[in-house]
């Protein structure tokens, strides 16, 4: 089938790329950059979607630094609600699957145990809220859609891209001999976008629709994955526990959103593996692509 891949130069787009063509010649895929298509352009959404004719469109595309997203509300709403309108009402007029990412953030992180599908979204942020819209307007406006959320992605493009991802950032810092500052109170899951790219292959043509959480297994604060990121790397360098009232960020952010992957499992798929292994993969991974911590 004819996949449009929207925002192929991030980081999960990347890894999408390579896990489908790593899965043969059943499907072409369309990958379509931020410099080629902004979703916000209606109408460019339109020619897109008519010329390409795909059966599934991948909207990786997002306005997601949190914290920016307080400061500019109105760009956040333009691109993670009216943007995913444009797609979701293109991919509706063509009988395309549309696959949407969404987040963790969604939750407020009250209950301090893992989010499945059916738990409310009561987001704190404006992206978070704004995500949350993205989610409704593609329930409106495409029958036929997956709803992905997931959370803290890490890829090996973003070592390249402008938003970077927590492991190359707490890389860099140790490689300048600075101490990074982590909140040890926000326990999430992160996960590669290796791994999920992997899972997405599965789901994404099985014919399964709906909300699906998709992350890695286990759990931890962002603390614990900086100390790990170091011990896997073989850096010695120290990490400062903050809390967030210390740390001070302009979102809110909830402090346990740890997501089961319920209906991911309920449809037969087999669980991701555990977020300790898939980092050990990627730390193993930059080495070999020649990405030097220090
Ligand atoms: N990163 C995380 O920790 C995380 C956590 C949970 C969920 N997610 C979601 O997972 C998805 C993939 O994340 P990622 O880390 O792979 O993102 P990423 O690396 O930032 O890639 C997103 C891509 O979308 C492009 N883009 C941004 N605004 C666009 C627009 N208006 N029109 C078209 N393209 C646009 C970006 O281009 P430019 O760089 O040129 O703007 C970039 O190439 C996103 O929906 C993200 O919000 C991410």
Known sequence: MTILLIGANGQLARDLQIEFAAAGKKHELVPVTH???????RRGVDDLVSSTRPKCIINTAAFHQVDLCEEEPQTTFAVNEGGVTNLA?????HNALLVQL???YVFDGVKRSADVESDEAKPLSVYGKSRLAGEHAVEQHCTRHIIIRTCGLYGLA???NKTGNFVETMLKLAAAKRTPRVVNDQVCTPTSTRDLARHMVQLAPSGAQGLFHMTSTGECSWFDFARECFRLA???APVNPVSSEQY???AKRPAYSVLDNLAYRSAGFSDFRPWQEALAEY???RKKTGLQSS
């Open 158 to 160: 973003g070592s390249q």
């Open 89 to 93: 009402q293109a991919a509706h007029r």
């Open 283 to 285: 730390i193993h991974a």
């Open 102 to 104: 969404s987040t963790d």
């Open 234 to 236: 073989g850096v010695h």
């Open 35 to 41: 410099e080629q298509i902004d979703i916000c352009d």
């Open 248 to 250: 001070a960020a302009k």
